[in-house]
């Protein structure tokens, strides 16, 4: 199945788009966002939504903020403060492709989880000579013992200036499981592209990132930084 979600947040914009297990690959696109409200999704932690949708993002002076007015639409906004509980779909998913647009303004910090484990890194990461694993395109380290272990850095910076809208495409393989719920296979990151360049191949996924909900939902983070995303699909 195929699935578009689009969000937003007053630092960072985001679309995407994805196929789910439960489909083969040429299946139709399934938004995930219906273009008017909210429906599909709840808060990770059970409070209100405070989240929004709107038509339209307008980048403020300075890059550091981003402004968008309560309405119908396909962009989804993190709450009036820029900064509320994470947003997850109702909807459970396994393998899938995802298509991903956003808008990260200066200084914006956020990320994608996929079945609410495994987390891609969405930062302002522009100009960044050598990056991490705490960086944009980066799949973002495990948390063990109050340290950060594995994860693994983009092969490339392909990070767009704040305020421009950028793309992930993502292919991912969910965890295998034998008859008896023992693991046989690790999650699997099979491609990743930042901004059409190729950013990981084939990077398995030993662990969750600390886990905002799951297991098998699609998540929007939404603790660092406010933003803004438009369009997600499975």
Known sequence: MRV???????????????IGADGPLGSE?????????????????????????????TALPGG????????PGGILVNGPKGRTSNLVTDQKFGDMELHVEFLVPAGSNSGVYLQGLYEIQIKDSFGVASATVHDCGAIYDRWIHSKGVGGAPPARNACGPAGEWQTFDIQFQAPRFAASGNKIANAKFLRVA??????????????????????GRGARQSNHAPGRSRRRGV
């Open 4 to 18: 578009v979600l689009a969000w937003s947040t007053l630092l960072t914009a985001f679309s995407m788009a994805a």
């Open 29 to 57: 696109w399934m938004p995930l966002l219906n273009g008017k409200d909210l429906s599909g999704w709840h808060t990770q932690d059970g409070k209100p939504l405070e989240w929004f949708t709107t038509r339209a993002v």
């Open 64 to 71: 550091k903020t981003l402004e968008a007015e309560r309405a």
């Open 194 to 215: 930042h901004n059409g360049v190729v950013i990981h191949t084939n990077v398995e996924a030993e662990g969750p990132t600390p886990r905002i909900h799951g297991p």
